[in-house]
Structures are given as structure tokens and as C-alpha cells.
T-cell receptor, first 112, second 113 residues
Framework: QQQVKQSPQSLIVQKGGISIINCAYE??????FPWYQQFPGKGPALLIA?????SEKKEGRFTISFNKSAKQFSLHIMDSQPGDSATYFC???????????FGQGTTLQVKP | NAGVTQTPKFQVLKTGQSMTLQCAQD?????MSWYRQDPGMGLRLIHY???????DQGEVPNGYNVSRSTTEDFPLRLLSAAPSQTSVYFC????????????FGPGTRLTVL
């Protein structure tokens, strides 16, 4: 079964708009929640990550919101730019295992 | 630092052939892993290693073997390729199990006919 469910599968946003991608998880042993960004033909790269002791983390235009009771977390991209067009993956990791369980991915297109 | 490197970039195999996907890192990372990426499936963990001489299975290990004789290298072997193994394979590394940032290589696109 899919331990981390990601939605939507694809997203089209106008330049300057807000992009929102959602993830839900089942395993309460997960304690690390990263988001990865992947450009075509490249490997994924860590974008931003959060641990369950905080409800929000912001780095520049990228924000993770985390709801521990609902077992959900989301990525918000403010002032979306065409250069943000990529595939985004959420992931979750059980404590001190190093293993990453990935969501299915969201292809984001930001239109100029 | 070159980071995480993978060879080859592309490979076409016939069913039943064997091959080894190479992965190397020059960051002295203890933890290395292999993922496969398939459309609509995200990335799935195949095998991982927490240090030289230590390997373990991930989510989808069947049909793949690994070994870790040095800290730098973590090759992935396909023993008898099947069309279901057509995928993009990514190697990744991190300093240790307890550190957060994982670095991915550029990937190997494998097609099995």
C-alpha cells in the first residue's frame, strides 16, 4: 500500500500565484518529512524539510505546513515562477533509519 | 567534489541479460541507497547500506543484488533482467543514518526489451 499519498498529480499555476501540494501519511513512526524538487533528466534535490515538533517551516518562497493530528503536510510555493516548473515529491522517514518513503509526485507547471 | 556519480546514463538490455549499475560518491558518506523511479509511483527504495560491508533490503529488492566493499562505491546488480525492471535508477547518499540531507545522483535510464 502507498504509505505516503500525494496530490494533485499535476498542477498548473500562473506566474505570481501560489502552488499548493498536499501529502498524507499513515505511519506514526515517521518523524522526518522532506520535499524534493526534480527537474527533467536530473536527480531529485532536497528543497525543504520539517520534523513533527513544529507546525510550519519557511525558507524563502517555500513553506511546509505540518498537521500532526491529521497526519498531513503540504508544500506552499509563494509567488510561483516559471523556473519552479518541476516535479515535486514529498517523502517521510521513520526515526533514524535513513529510509525515505516517497509520494507519487506532482508535476508543476508555472505559466508566464 | 563530484558528489554522487552514476554510470552509465542510459542502457538497453535484453530479457535475461545481467548488468551492473555503478554508483560512487566522494563525500565520505556512510549511508548509500538505490531507488527506482516509475511514472505515478514516486521513488521506491531497492537496497541500502549503512556502511562498508553492511547492506539491507528496501521496499522492492527482488531481482537486484548489492554489495558495499568500500565507502565510496555501491553497485547495483541486475541478475537476469526483466521488462518490469525498465525504470530510471537513482543512487543516493547521506553522511550517516542520522543526518537529514540525502544527495541523489543523476540517474541511469534502463530499458529491458
Amino acid at each position: 500500500q502507498q504509505q505516503v499519498k500525494q496530490s494533485p498529480q499535476s498542477l498548473i499555476v500562473q506566474k505570481g500565484g501560489i502552488s499548493i501540494i498536499n501529502c498524507a501519511y499513515e505511519n506514526t513512526a515517521f518523524d522526518y518529512f522532506p520535499w524534493y524538487q526534480q527537474f527533467p533528466g536530473k536527480g531529485p534535490a532536497l528543497l525543504i524539510a520539517i520534523r513533527p515538533d513544529v507546525s510550519e517551516k519557511k525558507e524563502g518562497r517555500f513553506t511546509i505546513s505540518f498537521n500532526k493530528s491529521a497526519k498531513q503536510f503540504s508544500l506552499h510555493i509563494m509567488d510561483s515562477q516559471p523556473g519552479d516548473s518541476a516535479t515535486y515529491f514529498c517523502a517521510a522517514s521513520p526515526s533514524n533509519t535513513g529510509k525515505l518513503i516517497f509520494g507519487q509526485g506532482t508535476t508543476l507547471q508555472v505559466k508566464p | 567534489n563530484a558528489g554522487v556519480t552514476q554510470t552509465p546514463k542510459f542502457q538497453v538490455l535484453k530479457t535475461g541479460q545481467s548488468m551492473t549499475l555503478q554508483c560512487a560518491q566522494d563525500m565520505n558518506h556512510e549511508y548509500m541507497s538505490w531507488y527506482r523511479q516509475d511514472p505515478g509511483m514516486g521513488l521506491r527504495l531497492i537496497h541500502y547500506s549503512v556502511g562498508a560491508g553492511i547492506t539491507d533490503q528496501g521496499e522492492v529488492p527482488n531481482g537486484y543484488n548489492v554489495s558495499r566493499s568500500t565507502t565510496e562505491d555501491f553497485p547495483l546488480r541486475l541478475l537476469s533482467a526483466a521488462p518490469s525492471q525498465t525504470s530510471v535508477y537513482f543512487c543516493a547518499s547521506r553522511f550517516s543514518v542520522g543526518t537529514d540531507t540525502q544527495y541523489f545522483g543523476p540517474g541511469t535510464r534502463l530499458t529491458v526489451l
